[in-house]
């Protein structure tokens, strides 16, 4: 069936990614990051293309997220990297997710979730180094650790592992880094001495897993890289080759006369007489509304800037003389290949960052594997 848009997930092109972000981490085990829908690729297709390409982990915000990834029959390793209060943490310990406790109440509600499902829960504990988010600082860092020693040694809880989130690893060289680096280690070094043994320990982002190699430790976790997309615009692509190509059928083309207003509001209008299509994704789809008048898409071999403003379900494109069909495809953004503008220059455009160009795609969009058997 032909759908009006659709975004395109080269997962061959995940495994490539996985694999080059594995001969990087010189040793390290590699967490795919597939939170958010596997930034927007499909949570379930990326997470096995990325466990295919030599992932030995996957990452998730959410419980939920992991759940899915189970019910989906995906048994690898996944961390649960938010702690919130009543989750349905008696199911997680059941089903074998990692979790995060960064809290030393977090602890108290997973053993007794440990308790209920007859088994010992395995953690991380989160240690904050300087982001300020999530994770124990200060005093509450060896509180954290003894809390999560006694529930270990009651039986109810596996201390797997320790991790932290770096805040500037997208700037090689910030000051911040070497100074979360080093609180890592002596909060580490802290609860080794303390007495635990963790399976992993791990710091690194995409960012810092391909510019930072003191803070590889025993697993990496990339995210943004794992889907093609650069950490480190400045320092170019890495090699890393993006996953995603959003295109749409045009839906109609027609002839205008000069001076006429297009789209809501009328901020563009035509100079002469000239060709307008009519591109079936908008900001209901996750085009970016501010991208009015302002991105670049690819039609007909060449580049055109979207003309007035993204609606909700569509946008115009103004040809010029140029000859479009209904039907034929416009991509909006993806590898680069064809001369189409990639997420990271629509992002540029826009003052933000990649990730949230892909992971923005709506739902109503329908993600197709080409080359993947059905
Ligand atoms: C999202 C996330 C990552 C991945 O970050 P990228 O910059 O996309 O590589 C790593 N660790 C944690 C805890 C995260 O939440």
């Known amino acids: 069936m032909r759908v009006p848009a659709e975004a395109r997930v080269d997962l061959d092109a995940i495994g490539g990614n996985i694999a080059l972000l594995r001969e990087r981490a010189g040793g390290a085990e590699v967490m795919a990051m597939v939170k958010a829908e596997a930034y927007g690729h499909g949570l379930v297709e990326a997470a096995r293309a990325a ?11 959410k419980l939920a997220e992991a759940l899915r990834l189970r019910d989906a029959g995906v048994t690898a390793r996944t961390l649960v990297c938010l702690g919130v209060p009543g989750e349905p ?29 007859g088994r010992p829960a395995r953690v991380h504990l989160k240690a904050d180094t300087g982001m300020s988010r999530g994770g124990a600082a200060g005093d509450d860092w ?25 805040a500037c690893a997208d700037e090689p060289g910030h000051p911040s880094n070497a100074a979360q680096l080093d609180a890592f280690t002596a909060m580490v070094g802290h609860a080794e001495r303390a007495g635990a043994r963790f399976e992993v320990r791990h710091l690194a982002n995409s960012a810092a897993a391909l510019t930072l190699p003191e803070a590889r430790f025993d697993l990496v976790r990339p995210g943004i890289a794992t889907y093609g997309l650069t950490p480190v615009p400045a320092l170019g692509t890495f090699g890393l080759r993006p996953a995603m190509t959003l295109v749409a059928d045009a839906a109609l083309v027609k002839r205008v006369p000069a001076g006429s207003g297009v789209s809501y509001g009328h901020t563009y209008r035509t100079e002469r007489e ?62 680069g290949d064809r001369g189409e503008p990639t997420a990271q220059e629509w992002a540029d455009a826009l003052g933000t960052i990649s990730y949230e160009i892909v992971t923005r795609i709506g739902s109503r969009v329908p993600r197709a594997y080409p080359g993947r058997a059905l």
């Open 51 to 61: 466990l295919a390409g030599g992932a030995s982990w996957l990452g998730v915000a």
């Open 89 to 117: 943490y008696e199911e997680a310990v059941a089903r074998d997710v990692d979790l995060t406790a960064g809290a030393g109440w977090l602890i108290e509600e997973i053993v007794a979730a440990a308790e209920r499902a």
């Open 142 to 166: 060896p509180a954290l650790v003894d809390a999560a020693l006694k529930a270990e040694a009651g039986g109810h809880l596996r201390v797997a592992g320790v991790y932290s989130h770096l």
């Open 274 to 335: 000239t060709t307008l299509a009519v591109v079936p994704a908008g900001y209901g789809d996750g085009v970016p509304r501010h991208g009015s008048n302002l991105l670049e898409v690819l039609a007909g071999g060449r580049r055109r800037r979207i003309a007035g403003r993204v609606c909700m379900d569509q946008f115009v494109i103004d040809l010029g003389d140029d000859e479009l069909a209904a039907g034929d495809e416009v991509v909006l953004f993806g590898p």
